[in-house]
């Protein structure tokens, strides 16, 4: 069976496709939009979207609409519904218009059409622009006018349009709003046009004064209309006002419990519900005390089990923010609950065990909560808590549905969380999820492994207890080819990784091959691989990748799984070192280098042009020197036996003055050695920072190659080169440090063990002995033995960030530089537009760009002549914050040395936590300078008149000596 292994590594990877340029494709539409048929004008019109996407730039952008505004302006009502579609699919490239006004004219010419639905589309196709054309007073004049109009197709898009233009400008907002008013009061008006009219008061939000007034009009229209509808459109509207307003949030929280408590209506109910947890969501901690009781009380009375639900997943939302401490505490950290608090509680234990498995997961959240947010007389409440986990995951692993999936889920987010907050509650949870791993449905085995092994993280202890009925487990697993089962045994090998990591018997590893050998497919063979690799398993996953390598269908991913199978024999090698065994570490090193060197031979041929791995190969490539830093580091420490100082070494160190050379060829050696790790710490924190799209574990796993570089770096300037200077203070490692995996908690304890024993030596004894040469190397090999891992972003992108940059003025041609005089500026701009993959902002956002020009003279001309050079910037940095994934700025340069200039422009972004990720692109343009022409000519002259001084004094000369 083939095996097909693109989706790890190479989705959401480039954007390197042949296509025709930009150009091109704008002239194959426009032959589309200039012909005679129809359906070839609509088909040309429906593409543009797609060219969009393609060539995101201002310059094709505003060519593109103004073609469109002409179709819209010339053709026929289906050209301009289609034109309509195209402009509101392509709302975020419309700041990218160049030509505002004329795009504009064109468009609002076909709103003095006789035809109402030709005005129609126009007012909708102006709404749609409103975020470009906020204040134009022609279509505010327009949209107020057909408000009035007796056709309904034109009133309503009237009203969309009015909508748009609402949201974006203040002007049109504070002129259209008693007219919105009077036409809601107006008893011309129908009701169902009331109820598309009342939406557009929530963008009245743009000063309090207007938001104040449009409140009290909503108060009048409650009053007024107290109809199911009315009140439903009227207090959701509300709603939104108080959210964008921010200003009435309290008082809206109150008017929704009132409802919520006095309105018998179900649908009114619903509705406040609804809007109540919009509310929690964006401000929770507004929510008083006493609305989270009147919450409660509403959920205790209610007798439907729909509106429980929704009141109870609006506490559930409260119960994990801000909002539940100050339930339970007063701003000065103290426990001051209120009278009735034991509502909430009570509320908790009773939906716990309720025969809906939505009712009983928010239960399970309120109260798991509760337990990991007080701090006394709990020992109930934990109790409480296990039996109402235990109870939902009996409840639900026996059923199939989609709710009951979702609830379980629920109930495994509770569990974790409440082992993190309750460690000593962990041993029941455990065994009962192993109790109903062997009765449940395969599609919830699948959560529980997951639940199984984010606990086994968190508490190794565990882990190792549940390996034996893990294995058991393992060994019923049917050989169904189903995906779930398939799944299953890629979740199950996952937890018995993670239970089992320090040492992996042979009895496990056999167990798992001879079942994958019974009913796995390849696909499943490899994720169970990478798992292991992720793990520090390199001797099991180094046997998986070998058995794969023919059941691949493409060179490439043949090379890819030969480098992964290389890698883990490599590292396999390293991780059975003695901590004397000095000789054997580096006929180990070697050996790992020999396989690491295959590996990355294996790993370029991998690479393509779309999927250059640049990030595997870097990594490996650090890998590598690291490993080769490490066996010169023994043998710079063997060389103390083997090449010990010379006896005129004393004499030396006090003839130079210098004391450390009395230890000899040691000492250049060893600074030579610290360099190098200081160059590798350097060089892993430039990856660190060129990784934006990575997961939080690849950076960790990353950042501790970089501390084991520079622990090596301090041990060797603290224990010989410099141990009186040395501060151990800022390399020590706080207690505090809480490790996510057991690769990072083994890595931590190397680094406070080896500093423990550097300091404690560096005190007693001076340089250079045998037991600081012993010293580093066993640092070393403590480092070797910790099983490297492989990070999920050496096998899998699950976010893509890529940013192209346009520079103007550009070249006619790449070889061409641009002509600049040297009395002149050059206005650089720089656009730029922020692609993604099919996940953006999984793991973190972009909030700016941050863009570098830099100018380098690369030759000279012709200058005999002293130049002036101030105002001269050689680098400059504009920081811009992208709008719908697009921004611009420019910069201006100035060349006053005549030659040939290199002008490079590198963008680097900044997350929404401020820290700066050297992500590229880096774009250069050559630049010309050249001498303008009226300097040149004043030049010349002077020389002129210089020369014709000179001749006339040499003349004068001659004649003086006869």
Known sequence: MALTIARPFLSDGGYGEQEMDANSALMELDKGLRSGKLGEQCEAVVRFPRLFQKYPFP??????????????????????LCVLKVTQQSEKHLEKILNVDEFVKRVFSVIHSNDPVARAITLRMLGSMASIIPDRKNAHHSIRQSLDSHDNIEVEAAIFAAAHFSAQSKDFATGICNKIGEMIEGLATPVDLKLKLIPILQYMHHDATLASSTRVLLQQLVALYPSTKMVIVTLHTFTQLAASSLVDIPKQIQLLLQYLKEDPRKAVKRLSVQDLKMLANKTPHMWSRDNIQSLCECALQSPYDSLKLGTL????????????????????????APAHSDDLIKLAQECCYHSNCAIAAHGVTVLTNITSCLEKDILALEQDAVFALESLLVLCSQESSVGAQNALKTAFTCMVKLMCSRPHLSQPVVESLLTQLHNAQDIARIPMCHCLAAIAVQLPVLGEGMLGELMELYKM????STDKQQELMVALATVIFVANQKTMSADVKSVIKQQLENGANGWTVYKIARQASRMGNHNMAGELYHGLLTQVASEHFYFWLNSLKEFSKAEEGLTGLQDSESSVALARIAEALKHYQRGIASLTAASTPTNPLTF?????KLRIDMLQAFSQLICTCNSLKTSPPPAIATAIAMASGNDLQRCGRITNQMKISMEEFRSLATRYHDMYQSSFDADSATLRNVELQQQSCLLI???????ILDPDSASFQEYGCSGNVHAESEYERSMLSVFTRVLEDVESLSRKYPPVSYLHTMCLCGAVISLLKVPLSFQRYFFQKLQSTSIKLALSPSPRTPTEPIIVQNNQQLALKVEGVIQHGSKPGFFRKIQAVCLNVSSSLQSKGVQDYKVLMENMADEMEQRVEPHNDYFSTQFLLCFVSLGNHIVTVEASVVDSNGIIWKTGPKTTIA???????FSQQLRLQQQQQQQSQQQSQLQRNALCRF
């Open 59 to 80: 310059i094709l952008i505003n060519s593109a609409f103004l073609k469109l505004a002409d179709i819209f302006r010339v053709g026929n009502n289906f050209l301009r």
């Open 313 to 336: 997943s609006v506490l559930s939302t409260l119960s994990g923010t801000i909002a539940l401490k100050q339930y339970y505490y007063n701003s000065q950290g103290t426990s001051t």
């Open 477 to 480: 697993i049917g050989s169904s």
């Open 616 to 620: 595997q190969c870097e990594f490996v």
């Open 713 to 719: 770096s301090h041990s060797i300037e603290a224990l």
């Open 927 to 933: 630049i010309k300078s050249m001498e303008d022409p």
